[in-house]
């Protein structure tokens, strides 16, 4: 998954925001200092919506436009890792998925974004049913009621989320710390240990059973 994950930040401005534009979505600066820098913006970070709307199919001059719209505050949602993201360094416990359940309502209170590493959480309603269970911003779904949707079109999580007939939504999640730290996982070497009569010199661990 690396780190090329959604994320959402609020600008207030303060002389300006701090960032220009290329090609339309991409950030193609970022000035030390302003309040694009310390929200975690970065170069490269792909723009995909600006105070909740889309940017997929806007021009370069319709997104500067929607954003000079804003002089006071802006909300963007982006796709790259936030400078304020945790890293593996900063991990003390392996980490896991976790259950979130969400009592059924005509409004769960959060929205997902479709991203070819999977379907996150890109938005909550705060005191909202979904942020009241848990659930957090950048979260990852992988079941929906024990069903795996990981490979699911996004359109078809979404509906599975809307048309439940059960009184509660059962969801299965990941946050970006446990997809860092298992990437980082993923590049440990392989390595032959010999015994000796002390033993291999390490314990395994048991995490849990995840049902």
């Not at 400078?83 to 409004?107: C, M, N, Q």
């Not at 991203?115 to 079941?143: C, K």
């Not at 996982?185 to 995490?207: C, H, R, S, W």
Request: with cysteine; glycine share 10%; charged share 20%.
């Amino acid at each position: 998954m690396g780190d090329s994950v959604p994320f959402l930040v609020t600008l207030t401005n303060n002389g300006g925001y701090g960032f220009s534009l290329r090609g339309g979505q991409y950030i193609s600066n970022v000035k030390n200092g302003s309040p694009a820098h310390q929200a975690g913006i970065t170069t490269n970070h792909k723009l995909i919506e600006v105070n909740r709307i889309s940017t997929e199919t806007l021009t370069h001059g319709e997104i500067v436009e929607l954003i000079r719209e804003s002089p006071e505050s802006l909300e963007l949602l982006l796709i790259g890792s936030s400078a304020s993201a945790p890293t593996v360094s900063d991990i003390y416990e392996d980490p896991l998925p976790r259950f979130v359940t969400i009592p059924t309502s005509s409004s769960q209170g959060f929205s997902l974004v479709n991203h070819p590493a999977g379907h996150f959480v890109s938005r909550l309603t705060p005191g909202g049913l979904a942020e009241q269970a848990g659930l957090r911003i950048n979260d990852r779904i992988i079941e929906i009621n024990k069903e795996n949707v990981e490979t699911t079109p996004h359109q078809e999580v979404v509906d599975i989320i809307r048309l439940c007939g059960e009184e509660e939504i059962s969801l299965l999640v990941v946050d970006r710390t446990y997809d860092s730290f298992w990437d980082e996982y993923e590049k440990t070497k392989t390595v032959q240990l010999l015994k000796n009569p002390d033993g291999m010199g390490f314990a395994i661990k048991f995490l849990g059973e995840i049902m």
